[in-house]
């Protein structure tokens, strides 16, 4: 079993920034990626962004590439996503999710390649 727990959220205005934190425990030696979804009231859960724990390779949706920047650490198994400029509609509650064994960039995102979740953590931007 892998834990995943969000920090980070909050309210901020439009053109702020936030980082999120994302913290993995349990049996994480096994995990290939990590990535970020969003969801809305209404809508479904959107992808955000991926990275892989080896070799770092990146992935983020055309929403938010060029703003939004993931990072990990390794050492504490974390991994972080820093969100600039934001705009109203980043809007939404943002989970983090745990990609175990071997791990297919092309799915990334893809929510059924993701075996575990976190609780979420809201980011309320006003305009």
């Known amino acids: 079993q892998v834990q995943l727990v969000e920090s980070g959220g909050g309210l901020v205005q439009a053109g702020g920034s936030l980082q999120l934190s994302c913290a993995a425990s349990g049996r994480t030696f096994n995990s290939a990626a990590m990535g970020w979804f969003r969801q809305v009231p209404g809508k479904e859960r959107e992808f955000v962004a991926t990275?892989?724990?080896?070799?770092?390779?990146?992935y983020y949706s055309d929403s938010v590439k060029g703003r939004f920047t993931i990072s990990k650490d390794n050492a504490k198994d974390t991994v972080y996503l820093q969100m600039n400029k934001l705009k109203p509609e980043d809007t939404a509650v943002y989970y983090c999710a745990a990609a175990m064994g071997s791990f297919a960039g092309t799915y990334h995102d893809k929510r059924w390649i993701y075996n575990y979740w976190g609780q979420g953590t809201q980011v309320t931007v006003s305009s």
């Open positions: 990275i892989t724990w080896s070799g770092g390779i990146t």
